[in-house]
């Protein structure tokens, strides 16, 4: 299992990222969804999406698009995919990533402070 872990717009907050699970994850969704599309073609996009999140610290998605693009030539090796089919892979996995970190963050917020709330005393 592989864990990137970067700091995120939260300085005591580390944002932690299971890729060997996303991409999975992706790998499925794909495969269900086109079945001809071999996984050397879509995978360059996905690990340029959870890259881009990791780096992106909190950024828009549409800050970093140019970036992207950019980099997706330059790491695209083999795949039959252009830029143009590439990118909605890429934003997918941004996405994913994005709305369930906001989730935890919001959950996280809503837990009771231990420290600030220590409960009850007997």
Do not use: C
Request: net charge negative.
């Amino acid at each position: 299992m592989k864990t990137d872990e970067i700091s995120g717009a939260h300085p005591h907050r580390t944002l932690t990222v299971n890729t060997d699970e996303e991409i999975a994850y992706w790998v499925g969704y794909y495969r269900a969804l086109i079945p001809d599309l071999r996984i050397e073609d879509y995978l360059p996009a996905l690990k340029l999406g959870l890259d881009a999140y990791l780096r992106g610290q909190g950024q828009l998605f549409e800050y970093v698009t140019y970036n992207l693009q950019v980099s997706y030539i330059r790491v695209r090796g083999d795949s039959q995919l252009e830029w143009g089919e590439a990118f909605p892979v890429a934003m997918a996995v941004w996405n994913r990533l994005s709305e369930r970190h906001a989730r935890e963050r919001v959950e996280r917020e809503q837990q009771p402070d231990a420290v600030s709330n220590p409960g009850p005393t007997v």
